[in-house]
Structure formats: structure tokens, C-alpha cells
């Protein structure tokens, strides 16, 4: 964008501002640092907690007989006449209906397929080849099967800023600038996504979440389009049309919308063993984030990066969020997409707004081309595994910042297209079987989706590099080009534009000899499909390795085949078995023998635990529930220590305008209770005043809203005789010298961790806010001993 440009959008905005007039909302007289936020972290760290939530049965319910019924009407179909009356048309349809029952896989031509589940490439490890009909074929028919909104990643959410490399220290690896150059900060438009659902389904299911940029770089586009997930669930894109489809809602009742606990899903997942350790993640809390700004963002893939010279070099990207990586926890989620569906779509719009940009770090691991066979048990092309960051280190390189909300949902969001063929010189491809699909598949989708070839056209996708080429017509086609010719080479335009060639800063394929047979053949280099689900679930702490177990068994236990389960139970055992044995006893299955031994490898910076995080309470959301009679002193120095520390504080009232407090004076309360809920917010205060702890201890919503906070692990500040509110949840907040069973990894582990009292008759002061801040900032406290509160 121009600074003309810039400058009238800022004067637009300074007019609509005095005309709408002041503003309701307050910000904070300072916005704290992230030194304010590594402070209140570096009080907060601890070792990882140990307990959570046990899980709970699900009920299972039965396979449906639609496919009996449908087989049934397809066999009178041939002969039955049109009947008079209501089966006229049920007769009708069922000559389109097919039996998919003892049949043969072909291709939409009547050909029949030796191989569904491999590209056609040359060598086992070599390059996917056009020629693959089947190949195209089947994904051609999957990108176009929906329209208008996405097949996957519908569900978005967007946001402008600029990435910044730190310094020029890849310069000797890429010729890529806008990672090279720490003067310039180059723009970007970043999508957040969940994968499974509709447009209108909810922020917050358990699902992948979509992690995409696009770089506005001189030399041209760069899409950069990962996931919040390292790994991938399949191995080879000719699979993708699948995993898809089985995790899609059932196509006999498009049933469930945006979930994973349903028959096709795991019985494809049991069938294809390389989704394993996709699937593990899934079931972790990586699959639930708390917000946008707390998730990481990873590459998945492992790319190119090439150097002027050009020296090659084998890289992975990793985005990690200075906020630290937090999850909310399922109880917890579930709840959220009924209060609030566009949870996480609104937190990341409110911090925009409010000036708490979202910051991202970007790393990389880097591999020399020499040492692509190096490790042990991982191929480089393989998308199902991960290079552990202890064996290759991630170094940081630069920030993401996130610092202007779209104008306009439709014409940015909406209309934003990333194709992972979109990249600049310096950066280049592998033969990963997996990205070679992805090449093809994600430019064919934009197609159908924006109405043709032009896309690129529609602003938000415009490259603020120069467009110069031969390509001309066709749907929604903007510019006017100049000139009688229109192809290459050519005299009558000057045989403009030029081909800039190597020398010119064009972009140059990696040369790569390519000698193998042509053959549909996985690589035996890509085999282990369970040893890093071990690594991964060895690295879980305590309370991780709870949650996993509960979202096995919440997921399988709506499962209707029984088999199914049984052999899940079974891939599950051949990763860890305890971890088989504790889902097995949920989901009512045989517990197996032990398999193959766990190999008790870990890599830490797996857990969340790990990753707490530099911007301390910045950021969270923290309710204080006030009724009339509250004592205004100790209320208004909390609200303004904790907003001076960064977090975004809300007045709950029993009803909406204000309240009174013990002295007379009217304060106004944000909203009413009973318009929100504990879940939407990251810890909660409860006030002080005889007064209203008789009005707030009679209310049912009042005491839910703190059991089901303290219950899902979140800091709880009690000011006073707010105490009263604790034991009318039932909260079994006793002595500190009571201690959970067990390991506890901290000296605070049980019943009172994460809880800060204030004595009745107490102005707060800096060891109370100090102390509160502290418990925000670690996030969660799952030591705590929950399993009997009501909530």
C-alpha cells in the first residue's frame, strides 16, 4: 500500500472516529512490555503439574441401517415402474442410487486401479509424475467438490502484519530477502483455520488447525502454509481425498459437523497405520488452543532453502508464539462452542484492537544436503515424522507481528488464496510424495473456488511486485493490457516483457539428477509408523498424558463398531502399553498383552509444559464478579494492578449498568454474568463486601461460574469474605500442608495452587497482585484435586 494510501486510510479513520464519538472502551495508560510479561513468567515457571481431569465414559451408540435400506431399494430399482403416489419419487432416485457392495475400484473412466494409496513416481524416493491420471483424476475431483467455500480450512480467520528477520544470518543459505534483510519488514496476511468444519461451524472443536502466511515480498508471493501440528496424518497426497472424506461428516447423514469421534474417521485411522502419529497429536492438547496468539505453527514438510551461489540446504519452519503454547482443555471447549462459537476468531480480533499484537517467532532447523540420510528412523520426506529439536536445534531467524484487523471479512479473509506453489527465489521443493500433491492440489482449488484463472487479481492476493506476462481473458479478468502482442517471443511489443533469466533474479527449479523406475511403491525408509507416537506421548507430562487418554476414549466411545475400537486398542498398544490398557478400560474393550517395549525416548520441547511463554498476563482475560455492596477499594486496585500488567479485566454484575458499592459509589460493570461464563475467561476474582457475597453466594450462576473455573485448573483471586462464594462452590480449598497422592513437581501442587486469598478488611497490595499475576501467568494449575466439583 501507498503512504498516500496509508495516510488517507488513517484520516478515514480519525474522521468516522469523531463522528461516531468517544469511545466506550478503556485502555490501559501503558502497554506493558515484554519485559513486564518475562518478569511475571520467570515467577510463574514452574515444573510441569502433574494431575488433571479424569475422563469419563462416553456412550456409544449403534451402526445405522441406511446402507442395508439403500442396497435394498437399489435392487428393485432395475425393474420397478414409476408408482402413483409418495414413491413415485423415492423410485426415481433409486435408479441413481449406487451399490458400492462387492465392487472394484476404478476411476471415474471404468479403468480399474492396481494402487489407491501411492503416487506414481519415479523411485520409491523420487519426484511425482504428471502422467499419474489416477493421481490427478482423483484430486481434481476432490478440490471441486465443494463450492463456494473451501473443501477444508473453510472455518478462517485473518489478520495483517510484517515479518522482520533479526539479522542477515541466513544470507549464506537463501537468496530469499525478506529473510535476509533485517531492514525490512515485509508485509504479510496471516489465515488461522480449523480444518474439519463448515464456514459455520465452531471455533473450537477438536481438530487441526491451519497456519498460513503470505509474504508480500519484492521478489514476488511467498505462501507459507502449515499447520499447527508438525506432522501429517498420511504420507503421500493421493491419500488426502481420503482422510478427508473420513473425517468429514458421514455422507449418508452429514453427521457430525466439525468432529473426529465418529465410525469413518477411526476406521480409516485403523487402517492406515502411518496416521498414527498425526493422530496422537490430534488427541493431545494441541488440538484445543486457547487462542490464536498461544499456537504454534509449523511447516510440516521438510523445504529447500538455496543460496545466491547455489548451495542447498534442507529446512523445516517452526512458528512459536511469544505468548507461550496454552490450550483449553475439552470440558472446557465443548462449552465454549455453544457460549461463544467465534472464540477464538474474537479473541484474535479484540487483541488487534485493543493493541496487544499476536507475536510469533520464526526458527528453523537446517540440515545439510549431505546428512539428508543421517538419522535414524526418519526420512526427510517422510511428513509423518518430525527431527527432534535436540538432535537438530531450532534457530530463531526473525518476527511475525500481527497489527491490523481486515476491513473487510469477504474481500480479505474470505477471499485470501495460498497455493504452496507460490514461492520466491532462494526457497525451493523436495520430492516429499505428500508436498508434490499439494503443489498441484492447492492452485486447482482456487479455480473453482474464486471463479478462475484471475484470482490473483483480487487485491488481498495482488503481489506488490510487478505482474508482467502473456496471460490474458477469462472470469473476473481486471487489468487492461496494453499492446498487439500477447505472446513470446515476439518483435511487435519490443518482445516485452523479457525473460529475465538466472542472472535477472528469476526464479531457478533446484537441478536434481532424477533416474528411477516408474512405479507405484512406498519408500521402505518411510515404515515406522509408531516409534515417534512413542517419542511423542514419552514427552507428555502427567496431566498431557491424562488428557490424551481422555480424548481417546471420548472420541472411540462414540464409535458404534466395536472392532474398530479393538483395533485401535491394538495400534495403541504398539506405541505405549499402559497407554493401551488405560483407553481399553474406558471404551469397553479387552485390555491387550504387552507389545512391542517402549523405547523411552523423549524430546521435551514436545510439551506444552515447555513453552510457557514471555508476555506473562498480557493479553489474558480475567473476570471479577461484583455485586451490589462491593468493597470499592481492594476492587479498584486490583482492576488497575492487573490492567497496568497487561490483562484485559471485565466487572461481571448479577444484572447489567452498574452496581453500589459499600461506600456509595456507582461503578459500572462491563456485562452481566449470565451473558457470559467461566470458560471465556483465563481466571477469575471474586470481590470483597458482606454485601454482595449475600447476593453473590444465592446465586447458582455465580457459584457455578467459580467451580467450573477452579475445576478447568484457571487462577482464582478471592479478595475478603469473597471466600464465602469458595465454599459455597464446594471448592476443597483446605490447608496447604493437604497434598494431592502421588508425584506433585511443585511445592504448591494441591488444593490451594493457583489460588491467592486477600484477608477480609484488606486493601490489595504489590505481594497480593504480585502474587495473582504470577498465578494467571502460569496459565493453568492442574495439580489441583477436582474430581468430585460439580461443574
Known amino acids: 500500500m501507498s503512504d498516500r494510501a496509508d495516510d488517507a486510510r488513517k484520516t478515514a479513520k480519525k474522521t468516522a472516529k469523531k463522528t461516531a464519538g468517544p469511545s466506550p472502551k478503556k485502555s490501559p495508560a501503558r502497554r506493558p512490555t515484554a519485559d513486564d510479561g518475562t518478569a511475571q513468567v520467570a515467577a510463574a515457571k514452574a515444573a510441569p503439574p ?45 435408479a441413481h442410487r449406487v451399490n458400492k457392495a ?11 486401479l492396481e494402487d489407491t494409496d501411492n503416487s506414481l513416481r519415479a523411485g520409491p524416493r523420487g519426484p511425482s509424475l504428471l502422467e499419474d491420471f489416477h493421481h490427478r483424476e482423483k484430486m481434481t475431483r476432490f478440490d471441486h467438490e465443494r463450492i463456494p467455500e473451501r473443501v477444508v480450512h473453510a472455518r478462517g480467520s485473518g489478520a495483517h502484519g510484517y515479518f522482520q528477520p533479526y539479522d542477515s544470518s541466513l544470507a549464506r543459505y537463501t537468496a530469499a ?12 496476511f496471516v489465515r488461522f483455520s480449523t480444518v474439519q468444519g463448515s464456514r459455520g461451524s465452531t471455533d473450537t472443536p477438536r481438530d487441526v488447525r491451519g497456519f498460513a502466511v503470505k509474504f508480500y515480498t519484492d521478489q514476488g ?6 499447520n499447527n501440528m508438525p506432522v501429517f496424518f498420511i504420507q503421500d497426497g493421493i491419500k488426502f481425498p481420503d482422510v478427508i472424506h473420513a473425517v468429514k461428516p458421514e455422507p449418508h447423514n ?18 492406515q497405520p502411518e496416521t498414527m502419529h498425526h493422530v496422537i497429536w490430534l488427541m493431545s492438547d494441541r488440538a484445543l488452543p486457547r487462542s490464536f496468539r498461544t499456537m504454534q505453527g509449523f511447516g510440516v514438510h521438510t523445504f529447500r532453502l538455496v543460496a545466491a551461489d547455489g548451495t542447498r540446504t534442507f529446512v523445516k519452519f517452526h512458528w512459536t508464539p511469544l505468548a507461550g503454547v496454552h490450550s483449553l482443555v475439552w470440558d472446557e471447549a465443548q462449552k465454549i462452542s455453544g457460549k461463544d462459537p467465534d472464540f477464538n476468531r474474537r479473541d484474535l480480533w479484540e487483541s488487534i484492537e485493543g493493541g496487544v499484537y499476536p507475536e510469533y517467532e520464526l526458527g528453523v532447523q537446517l540440515i545439510a544436503e549431505s546428512d539428508e540420510f543421517a538419522f535414524d528412523d526418519i526420512d526427510l520426506l517422510d511428513a509423518t515424522k518430525i527431527i527432534p529439536e535436540e538432535v537438530v536445534p531450532v534457530v530463531p531467524v526473525g518476527r511475525l507481528v500481527l497489527d491490523r484487523n481486515p476491513d473487510n471479512f469477504f474481500a480479505e479473509t474470505e477471499q485470501v488464496a495460498f497455493c504452496l506453489s507460490n514461492v520466491v527465489p532462494g526457497i525451493d521443493f523436495t520430492d516429499d510424495p505428500l508436498l508434490q500433491s499439494r503443489l498441484f492440489s492447492y492452485l486447482d482449488t482456487q479455480l473453482t473456488r474464486l471463479g478462475g484463472p484471475n484470482f490473483a487479481q483480487i487485491p488481498i492476493n495482488r503481489p506488490l511486485a510487478p505482474v508482467r506476462n502473456h496471460q490474458q481473458d477469462g472470469f473476473h479478468q481486471d487489468d487492461i493490457p496494453l499492446g498487439q502482442a500477447n505472446y513470446h517471443p515476439n518483435s511487435l511489443g519490443g518482445g516485452c516483457p523479457v525473460v529475465p533469466g538466472a542472472g535477472g533474479g528469476a526464479f531457478v527449479h533446484t537441478p536434481e539428477h532424477v533416474d528411477g523406475i516408474k512405479e507405484r511403491k512406498r519408500s521402505e525408509t518411510f515404515a515406522d509408523h509408531y516409534s515417534q507416537a512413542t517419542l511423542f506421548w514419552n514427552s507428555m507430562a502427567a496431566w498431557e498424558k491424562e488428557h490424551i487418554i481422555a480424548a481417546y476414549r471420548f472420541e472411540l466411545g462414540k464409535v458404534g463398531h466395536m472392532h474398530i475400537r479393538q483395533l485401535m486398542v491394538g495400534h495403541l498398544n504398539e506405541i505405549d502399553h499402559q497407554l493401551a490398557v488405560a483407553v481399553a478400560a474406558g471404551i469397553g474393550v479387552a485390555a491387550p498383552d504387552a507389545g512391542r517395549p517402549n523405547h ?4 521435551p520441547a514436545l510439551s506444552q509444559a515447555s513453552l510457557p511463554g514471555s508476555t506473562g498476563v498480557i493479553g489474558r482475560k480475567v473476570a471479577v464478579l461484583v455485586a451490589d455492596g462491593v468493597r470499592a477499594a481492594s476492587l479498584q486496585t486490583v482492576r488497575d494492578g492487573l490492567t497496568a500488567a497487561g490483562a484485559r479485566v471485565e466487572l461481571l454484575g448479577l444484572v447489567d449498568g452498574s452496581v453500589a458499592t459499600s461506600d456509595g459509589q456507582v461503578i459500572p460493570v462491563t456485562r452481566a454474568m449470565n451473558t457470559v ?3 471465556l475467561y483465563d481466571a477469575v476474582v471474586v470481590a470483597d463486601g458482606e454485601a454482595a457475597l449475600d447476593l453473590l453466594v444465592n446465586d447458582g450462576y455465580a457459584v457455578h461460574f467459580v467451580a467450573e473455573a477452579y475445576k478447568h485448573a484457571k487462577a482464582l483471586g478471592v479478595l475478603g469474605v469473597g471466600d464465602r462464594l469458595v465454599q459455597a462452590a ?33 486493601d490489595a497490595d504489590k505481594a497480593f497482585l504480585a502474587a495473582l499475576v504470577t498465578a494467571i501467568a502460569a496459565h493453568r494449575h492442574y495439580d489441583r484435586p477436582v474430581d468430585g466439583i460439580a461443574a
Open 254 to 271: 452429514e453427521i457430525p459437523q466439525a468432529a473426529s469421534a465418529h465410525d469413518t474417521f477411526w476406521d480409516f485411522v485403523t487402517l
Open 50 to 94: 502433574v494431575k488433571a481431569v479424569p475422563a469419563k465414559k462416553a456412550a456409544s451408540r449403534s451402526a445405522p441401517a441406511a446402507v442395508a435400506e439403500a442396497a435394498a431399494r437399489a435392487e428393485r430399482a432395475a425393474g420397478a415402474a414409476a408408482a402413483a403416489g409418495g414413491d413415485a419419487k423415492v423410485l426415481q432416485l433409486d
Open 221 to 226: 508471493n511467498y505462501d507459507f502454509v502449515g
Open 177 to 188: 530477502r525478506f529473510l535476509t534483510d533485517p531492514g525490512t519488514r515485509t508485509p504479510v
Open 102 to 112: 462387492d465392487t472394484k475400484l476404478t476411476t471415474d473412466q471404468g479403468i480399474g
Open 677 to 679: 461464563a467461566s470458560v
Open 600 to 603: 523411552g525416548r523423549m524430546s
Open 730 to 762: 464446594r471448592l476443597p480449598v483446605y490447608e496447604a500442608s493437604d497434598r494431592i497422592a502421588g508425584p506433585a513437581s511443585k511445592p504448591s501442587a494441591g488444593a490451594l495452587d493457583g489460588v491467592v486469598f486477600l484477608a477480609p478488611e484488606s
